[in-house]
């Protein structure tokens, strides 16, 4: 790890302005472990791949060097952290919002990105928001997520987003908290971050065992901690033009949380891989029981007894559930029972297996009400 450089004057004055007890549970929600008692601070360790930290945190603000104490902390954190003291300070100072941090790492000037890079960035943003706050919502995972309903909307526009600052390219989204639910729960806003923390690290995992062999399977057995196409999507948007990037969470100081803060960066590779993963989760009919309700085209008959048909509508597997056209191979007697639902406008209801991208060994059709009359 590299040191990074001295506080400013200005970090200085802010981090002696800060307390005892906020840099403590700054520690604590971020991995730190208490380590020892001392007389007037306390020991804190962090285990990482390359060695232990260690940091002092000062137990009283009237102690004369409590100034430079609070300057080592901060420059040891930032170390350990990898990212500016300034970032470092933004966080201690947010005591009651989420935060996540987006630091692209483009070539060129300080500070700066190509605008599409930035467009793409903040369109990555907006989308990991969404689509998390719609998975928390929803009954059942998705590999496609549809429409969004208004209470999804309305909470993505209640998140702030920070001027992109100076070293690296940031993107500061905050999450406010307010007041836990009546029936105890956490705030709304809490369980979207915990629910994007999830997704962004099932996909840091499903793309980091997909580096050495693609396998769109890494990707459809974490859909249930919150992986669809929409979120792989916006991960790789975040990394248009395979530059990488960091995701840092960071709890609401007010709100600690049960689940330690932590990064994870997505270098050219991984987001390859994504970029690969949201545009086969988007077609996925993954093998396995299916159950798929539409409306009935292209029908076929075959030359021995059956035919096939295809079938568009949401359909539900074991995975979670899309929507799309899927090609039906039938029996004569429920191919003659599709037809007839096809002359009347009517939907069916087809359970079966889906074997490469389409549906065989059907058990069961049910012919739904007349669409022609509603």
Same mark, same amino acid.
């Given at each position: ?142 590999? /496609? ?137 988007? /077609? ?11 409306? /009935? ?78």
């Amino acid at each position: 790890m590299t040191p990074h450089a001295p506080a400013s004057a200005d970090e200085l004055r802010a981090g002696a302005a800060l307390a005892p007890e906020t840099l403590r549970q700054y520690l604590s929600a971020t991995g730190w472990s208490q380590e020892q008692q001392l007389e007037r601070a306390t020991l804190w360790t962090r285990r990482e791949e390359d060695g232990d930290f260690q940091v002092l945190v000062p137990g009283d603000r009237t102690l004369r060097d409590y100034a430079s104490r609070v300057s080592d902390f901060l420059a040891t954190v930032a170390t350990v952290e990898e990212r500016p003291i300034r970032l470092l300070l933004d966080d201690l100072e947010v005591s009651g919002a989420d935060t996540l941090s987006f630091r692209l790492l483009p070539g060129g000037p300080p500070g700066t990105i190509p605008l599409f890079n930035a467009v793409d960035a903040l369109a990555g943003v907006r989308e990991l928001v969404v689509s998390s706050t719609f998975s928390l919502l929803s009954d059942q995972p998705m590999l /496609v997520q549809g429409r969004r309903p208004e209470r999804v909307l309305d909470f993505a526009r209640s998140v702030r987003v920070g001027t992109p600052r100076a070293g690296s390219w940031i993107i500061a989204a905050q999450l406010a908290l307010h007041a836990a639910e009546s029936d105890g729960d956490p705030p709304f806003a809490r369980r979207v971050s915990l629910q994007m923390h999830r997704a962004v690290r099932a996909c840091y995992a499903a793309s980091g065992e997909a580096l050495p062999e693609f396998n769109i399977e890494l990707f459809l057995r974490r859909t249930g901690e919150g992986v669809s196409s929409n979120v792989c999507d916006a991960l790789a948007k975040l990394g248009r033009d395979d530059i990488a990037y960091d995701v840092r969470f960071n709890w609401a100081r007010r709100f600690p949380g049960a689940v330690p803060a932590r990064s994870f960066r997505f270098d050219a590779r991984r987001i390859e891989v994504l970029r690969t993963a949201a545009e086969q989760l988007k /077609v996925a009919v993954p093998d396995g029981e299916v159950t798929i309700e539409g409306t /009935v085209s292209k029908l076929r008959r075959d030359s021995g007894e059956g035919g096939q048909a295809t079938v568009r509508g949401p359909f539900s597997t074991v995975y979670g559930s899309s929507e799309r056209a899927v090609r039906v191979l039938l029996p004569d007697h429920l191919y003659r029972d599709v037809v007839d639902a096809h002359g009347r406008r009517q939907q069916v209801r087809v359970t079966g297996t889906a074997v490469r991208g389409h549906i065989e060994r059907v058990t069961h059709v049910e012919v739904l009400a007349d669409t022609s009359q509603t």
